[in-house]
Nanobody
């Protein structure tokens, strides 16, 4: 079983930056990718970015491409998400997800069901 735990959420000032982390643990014996999704109240879960476990193949949602960066530290099994020039619409619960034997592809960000492993999420609020 794989466990994921996010951290780094909290209150962020509009126009500022935030960095989220997610660490995977448990039995992983093959290649995998990790992704970030977010869900605001009353909205569907939205894919933000994904990346392969060798820190390559990063894909970012078109609407967020200019403001987000994703990276991966294989030694720590930790994926990072950085969001710059934060806007109120970035307020959401941010989730990380993992799927094995699959390389990160942009369409995956539209298909949360592709990911069998999820973290509990970390809340991000945006203050003006």
């Amino acid at each position: 079983q794989v466990q994921l735990v996010e951290s780094g959420g909290g209150s962020v000032q509009s126009g500022g930056s935030m960095r989220l982390s997610c660490t995977a643990s448990g039995y992983i014996d093959t290649y995998y990718q990790m992704a970030w999704f977010r869900q605001a109240p009353g909205k569907e879960r939205e894919g933000v970015a994904c990346i392969d476990d060798d820190n390559s193949g990063a894909r970012r949602a078109d609407s967020l491409r200019e403001r987000v960066a994703i990276s991966f530290d294989n030694a720590k099994k930790t994926v990072y998400l950085e969001v710059n020039r934060v806007v109120p619409e970035d307020a959401a619960i941010y989730y990380c997800a993992l799927v094995m034997k699959t390389y990160c592809r942009l369409p995956h960000l539209s298909t949360p069901s592709k990911y069998p492993f999820w973290g509990p999420g970390t809340q991000v609020t945006v203050s003006s």
